[in-house]
């Protein structure tokens, strides 16, 4: 899976619609019955599905002059 460009917060925000999968597929109906331990563990599948919704939100062209001042002026 191929992250990047997505900053801590894309990553974060990756994970809660990636975990929200599983519970999207037990419909408005079960929702309110269903126990937590109960729910099918997250797929990979999950993560892929999400990365269609959740985007990265630094263009390539920020991202490389992020790295350039890190290069310059980040500790080491």
Do not use: I
């Given at each position: 899976m191929e992250t990047e460009g997505y900053s801590g917060s894309d990553l974060r925000a990756?994970?809660?619609e990636a975990a929200m999968m599983p519970i999207r597929?037990?419909?408005p109906q079960n929702i309110l019955t269903i126990k937590a331990n109960q729910?099918?563990?997250l797929?990979?599948?999950d993560?892929?599905?999400a990365m269609t919704v959740i985007r990265p939100?630094?263009?390539k062209?920020?991202?490389d002059e992020l790295e350039r001042w890190n290069e310059e002026?980040?500790?080491s």
């Open positions: 990756l994970c809660e597929e037990l419909g729910l099918r563990p797929k990979y599948e993560f892929k599905n939100s630094l263009q062209s920020k991202w002026f980040g500790s």
